[in-house]
Structures are given as C-alpha cells and as structure tokens.
C-alpha cells in the first residue's frame, strides 16, 4: 500500500514536444503529490507539486494532472527542451502531520531525454 | 549559500571499515532525512528525525546509525561496511509546517566499498 508506480522507466521526447510521465498510487490516505526534478550529479529538487482538492496545477511549461478516483497523477512537460533533460521523480505522503507520516514515497523514476 | 550540505561528496572504502557522512542544513529547518539512492536511480527513506522523534525504515540495518549533535546536523555513521552498501547517499531537510512540505536534499555523497 506504500507503492508509488512511476512510468516509462525512460522517455526520449523532440525539442518542443510534450513530455508526460504517469503514476499511479495505492494509499488512500496520500495526500500530498510532488514531482522532483535531479540532475546528474546533483540531489533532487522540488518541481512542482499538487494536493488533491485540486485536479490540475499549472507552473510555467509544468502541469501536473490529478486523478483521485483513479489515484493516478501525472506531469506534462509542454515544450520540451534540452535542458529539461534529467530524472523526474514522482512521490506521495501525508500532508505533514510530523514524523514518518509525512516521509515522500518515491517513485522509480523517469530519464527524460530530451532531443534537440 | 549551500542550503544542505554533505561531506565528503565521494567516499571509497574497504569493507568492513567504519565510516560516516556528515550533513548541515542553514534553512533553519527542523526534520532532517536520509536517503540511500541505489544503482538504479531508486530513492528510499533510511530515517526520519526531529527533535521529537527518529522514526526508521525498518529494512535499514542497524549498521546504519544517524546522529544528531544539533538541530542544523544529522550525521550518519555506518559500521561494518558491506559491498551492498554502494550508493548515492542524500541528506534532506524540512520544516514541519502546515503551509509546505518541501523536502531540500543535499547534494549526496556517493560511497563505494570495495
């Protein structure tokens, strides 16, 4: 119940395309749904972010989508640039009570190429 | 302004030697984390601590020890050194608050045990 499934496993998108990378949880109780970004060489950082009382969250090229009842979510990176290449990481959690019950649950992560 | 930092960045090793990473965070934060990210790129919890409470990944081996001197710090100290324990390494830091819940990871010391 503490799984988060990331997919692809890797993603190679043309400059200006759109990249979507998908996940899906199993804990009801997951309210909280962060995308972090990483960099080779470089710890992950926070890209965006979305709790449940919304559907969609919009920051710039970044969206996530959000599906409760599916209790799926996803990003959409909309024109695509080579500098968004890196690994993107999804993951879920309590929104902070304190303690293990706000620790992220990570997905595997997604390498997203991105092709000039 | 480094907001978490780790040392050292790589550490290379020999079994069964005992080593530690160092981790400080100037966020002025209150939850401190480790994080073991394997070959695979895959990120999983190792610990959790406040000032409250060290909450462990039960799957972590207790050779595997973090240790907070102050509320800025949290050192991991790992005994006994086994090949398996190969990794990326990440300190993170949080503030427990109702308004956020972002997590800022250093950026990671990567061990290898020969």
């Known amino acids: 119940q503490q799984q988060v499934k990331q997919s692809p496993q890797s993603l190679i998108v043309q400059k200006g395309g759109i990249s979507i990378i998908n996940c899906a949880y199993e804990?009801?109780?997951?309210?909280?749904f962060p995308w972090y970004q990483q960099f080779p060489g470089k710890g992950p950082a926070l890209l965006i972010a979305i709790r449940p009382d919304v559907s969609e969250k919009k920051e710039g090229r970044f969206t996530i989508s959000f599906n409760k009842s599916a209790k799926q979510f996803s990003l959409h990176i909309m024109d695509s640039q080579p500098g968004d290449s890196a690994t993107y990481f999804c993951a879920a959690s309590r929104w902070y009570y304190g303690g293990s019950q706000g620790n992220l649950i990570f997905g595997k992560g997604t390498k997203l190429s991105v092709k000039p | 302004d480094t907001a978490v930092s780790q040392t050292p960045k790589y550490l290379v090793t020999q079994m069964g030697n005992d080593k530690s990473i160092k981790c400080e965070q100037n966020l002025g934060h209150d939850t401190m984390y480790w994080y073991k990210q394997d070959s695979k790129k895959f990120l999983k919890i190792m610990f959790s601590?406040?000032?409250?409470?060290?909450?462990i990944n039960e799957t972590v081996p207790n050779r595997f020890s973090p240790k907070s001197p102050d509320k800025a710090h949290l050192n991991l100290h790992i005994n006994s050194l086994e090949l398996g324990d190969s990794a990326v390494y990440f300190c993170?830091?949080?503030?427990?608050?109702?308004?956020?819940?972002?997590?800022?990871f250093g950026p990671g010391t990567r061990l290898t045990v020969l």
């Open positions: 993170a830091s949080s503030q427990e608050s109702l308004l956020h819940n972002e997590q800022f």
């Open positions: 601590y406040n000032n409250k409470e060290l909450i």
């Open positions: 804990n009801t109780a997951f309210d909280y």
